[in-house]
């Protein structure tokens, strides 16, 4: 397994996910109750920001695995699975760099 290329494929998603979490966090500031919008559209703004809040949170999350990883990339356990212990496909930490299970394991 090539570490260096993994290395900047983590680094790059983890600016990716900065971006992405900055984006989130200005979707999810409150709706000033005196804006003027209508009932409707503003149950809808409400409904909206439920669900960045959520994928905030799931971002969030991934980007401190991303980090953990990046941490680890050169640890002798990096690459094998923390339930079997066998390694984890290239291809698999190449999608998902912050996984830590193998395919057979993470199902």
């Known amino acids: 397994m090539d570490k260096e290329l993994l290395k900047k494929k ?7 996910m900065q971006e992405k979490i900055a984006e989130l966090k200005d979707l999810t500031k409150p709706i000033a109750p005196d804006v003027a919008i209508g009932r409707v559209s503003r149950m809808d703004a409400i409904n909206n920001k439920s669900v960045n809040e959520r ?6 999350f991934k980007f401190q695995k991303l980090n953990m990883a990046l941490e680890k990339v050169d640890d002798a356990n990096f ?29």
């Open 10 to 16: 983590i680094e790059a998603e983890i600016v990716s």
């Open 55 to 60: 994928a905030l949170r799931q971002a969030e």
């Open 79 to 107: 690459g094998k699975c923390s339930r079997c212990g066998n390694d984890i496909q290239e291809g698999r930490l190449m999608l998902m760099p912050e996984n830590t299970k193998c395919i057979h394991c993470a199902r």
